[in-house]
């Protein structure tokens, strides 16, 4: 039997009407557009003390096992790595705020992964995705797309923060958001003309064209030409993180420390359960994976995967490996469908390890394009919402702008059923709400009353 009949008996490329061609170029899309994870990831961890090549390589090595996993496991073309927003949360609040070390905060991130798993097993998180309101799905969607919209004109530079009013256009004589508004035009042209890999050019094409453009800022040019293989022993480089995670010493700091530790592990949790249900709920219903009941087949596999990452992540010595929404859409968009698109993604994340100065110089004002080109795709499920009905309209709303405004894919979720659980009590519709939906309110609220208290 050839390679492309095993490929295609094992992910049913054909059933999924693709191919070993689209979803490579698929999961090299994905890829690329999740290679600043590789530089972001090691800078921020290596403020708590931690070793930045070490971290660079638990990243790649941890990602790698997390896409196989999705890939082999669910037939979902979705890429896993190191959550950005937690490796924040990791060093400036848990290791900074709480005084922890970087060991115990690993082991904080390993309880949140095992405990994940074990929701698993008793079936709580496929129930969680089910439940979910229909006008919620459709919103995480939308929201999600406007969330990726939002971080690529950030990291491009064309929308940037304001001291007196909040947000502003970037400045237009800067280089580098001119040619991010080249890569978006040329990248919104190829979409339009369907030209097969179109997205996947656009990366390229302004990671070229960087190489002959200086920064203003750092008087460099944006694309960094460092070479090609760096060559490194696995183990030395693994070494000052792999299995470093230490329990001792976590709960010595007297009742009140000993609480914000268990809310450590708790705001782990509610983040990598409430994003990974979001990316799959939102991203699944515009792949088409969504069934005519409204579920996700395999969302518990999927969020098992996502769980065990993290577990897997601590151990390596990295903070919580989740799903990567803005970066799967990508891959999605190009055409991707099935488990090998993420089995590409998991392959290349190795070979980063050989190639890191290849694929590290990839500036962000390449991958920016795409992420807008992602966040105006994801915005179609609005279409099939009656925002003519406040009850609706209202938690739609809410989920969309608290998840953009934000910038927390968790929040929007959390304040969306909020706004739905109390958008059905004013319209007397109480008792129509599911069991599941009650206690979702009731541990959001409690999350609510905790980070009061705890933040």
């Not at 994870?37 to 990602?63: F, H, Q, R």
């Not at 339009?192 to 656009?202: D, Y």
């Not at 769980?307 to 799903?323: F, I, P, R, S, Y």
């Not at 859409?329 to 994340?349: D, S």
Request: charged letters at 10%; glycine letters at 10%.
């Amino acid at each position: 039997m050839s390679l492309t009949a095993i490929l295609d008996k094992r992910f049913q490329l054909a059933t999924n009407r693709t191919n070993i061609r689209t979803e490579f170029i698929a999961g090299l899309t994905t890829f690329l557009t999740c290679t600043y994870i590789l530089a972001v990831n090691p800078a921020i961890l290596s403020s708590t003390g931690m070793d930045a090549k070490a971290v660079l390589w638990a990243t790649a090595i941890s990602s790698a096992l997390s896409c196989f996993a999705m890939g082999l496991m669910t037939n979902y073309p979705f890429a896993l790595a190191p959550a950005m927003g937690l490796n924040a949360y990791f060093a400036y609040t848990v290791c900074g705020t709480l005084g922890l070390s970087w060991q115990n905060a690993l082991a904080c991130v390993f309880v949140e992964g095992v405990s994940f798993c074990l929701l698993s097993f008793i079936g709580v998180q496929e129930k969680i995705v089910n439940a979910i309101p229909e006008c919620i799905k459709q919103a995480i969607s939308a929201a999600i797309g406007f969330f990726i919209a939002f971080a690529g004109l950030n990291n491009a530079g064309i929308i940037i923060s304001d001291p007196n009013n909040l947000l502003q256009l970037g400045d237009l004589q800067n280089p580098g958001m001119q040619l991010a508004l080249l890569g978006i035009l040329l990248t919104a042209g190829l979409v339009i003309k369907r030209v097969k890999g179109g997205i996947l050019i656009g990366i390229l094409a302004i990671t070229f064209i960087g190489l002959f453009v200086t920064n203003p800022v750092t008087g460099t040019a944006y694309t960094q030409w460092n070479g090609i293989i760096a060559l490194e022993n696995p183990i030395a480089a693994l070494s000052p993180t792999f299995f470093k995670l230490r329990f001792s010493g976590l709960f010595t700091g007297g009742i009140v420390a000993a609480i914000g530790v268990l809310f450590a592990m708790f705001s782990f949790l509610f983040v990598d359960l409430f994003d990974s249900i979001g990316v799959l709920v939102g991203v699944g219903i515009k792949a088409g994976f969504i069934n005519e009941k409204g579920e996700l087949p395999h969302a518990g596999k999927a969020l098992f995967v996502s769980a065990a990452g993290a577990a897997v992540g601590a151990l390596l010595g990295t903070q919580t490996v989740t799903v990567f929404g803005a970066e799967s859409t990508t891959g999605i968009a190009e055409g991707g469908r099935t488990g090998l698109t993420a089995c590409v993604t998991g392959l290349l994340f190795l070979l980063a390890l050989l190639f890191t100065p290849l694929f590290l110089m990839i500036p962000p004002i390449a991958t920016a394009p795409a992420l807008i080109m992602v966040g105006i795709f994801m915005i179609e499920p609005l279409m099939h919402v009656d925002l003519s009905d406040t009850t609706v309209a209202f938690p739609v709303f809410i989920c969309v702008a608290f998840m953009a405004f934000t910038f927390n894919i968790a929040y929007g979720i959390l304040f969306g059923l909020l706004a739905f659980t109390g958008g059905q009590v004013f319209a007397g519709n109480a008792r129509r709400l599911t069991p599941t939906t009650w206690i979702l309110t009731g541990v959001f609220i409690l999350y609510l009353v905790l980070e009061i208290i705890f933040r």
